[in-house]
């Protein structure tokens, strides 16, 4: 991916992606629609306020299985995100919560989530990474050549996600 990103503020309805950790230059602002709600729409802008996309959690298909539409500017559904294994990040939350076992939960149980096209092809995936104290994820690419505007919006897409599953255990 071109642009990077160093630093991320998340308020629950409302985060900002800076372009360095001294938080002097906005790279995307993303807003939700509605503070509560199951199925809140999460919207990219740019600096200047232009859309870029936005990331739409399915509700009730979201209980079991996570399951998140990426939209384009115009609100147009372009790919899916879904969790690959749902029992791996149940585990995880339940193991997680018990003392001391809570440790290597983030070593034995790594949920994975699949981006995909609307066409069902594979094209990212997003994995939590195995870890004792503390939890990072690692984005793949599954095909080269992606356009420039879809890796951005499946990267805030992911930056999202991930914030949003980690806040349903």
């Known amino acids: 991916m071109g642009d990077h990103f160093s630093s991320f503020n998340n308020f629950g309805d409302a985060s ?19 503070i509560i709600d199951f199925s809140a729409f999460y919207r990219f802008t740019d600096p ?3 859309g870029l996309g936005g990331i739409r959690r399915k509700g009730w298909r979201s ?19 879904h969790e690959e294994n749902p029992m791996a990040k149940f585990m995880d939350g339940m193991l997680g919560e018990i003392p001391v076992l809570g440790i290597f939960s ?6 994975k989530y ?3 096209a609307l066409d069902g092809t594979p094209v990212m995936r997003i994995t939590k990474e195995r870890s004792f104290l503390e939890s990072g994820f690692k984005l793949d690419a599954l095909v080269q050549g ?7 919006r499946i990267l805030m897409g992911a ?10 255990g």
Not at 106 to 111: K, V
Not at 159 to 168: A, D, G, P, V, W
Request: charge should be negative; charged fraction near 25%.
């Open 146 to 152: 992606l356009d420039p505007e879809d890796e951005l």
């Open 63 to 81: 209980i079991w299985k996570a399951h998140y539409e990426l939209v384009n500017e115009n609100s147009q559904h372009v790919m899916t995100i």
């Open 114 to 116: 699949l981006v995909t």
């Open 48 to 50: 200047s306020g232009a």
């Open 16 to 34: 900002t992606v800076y372009r360095d950790t001294s938080k002097t230059a906005i790279f995307c602002d993303i807003n939700a629609d509605r």
């Open 106 to 111: 983030g070593y034995l149980f790594n949920p």
């Open 159 to 168: 930056l999202m996600m991930i914030f949003l599953e980690r806040k349903r």
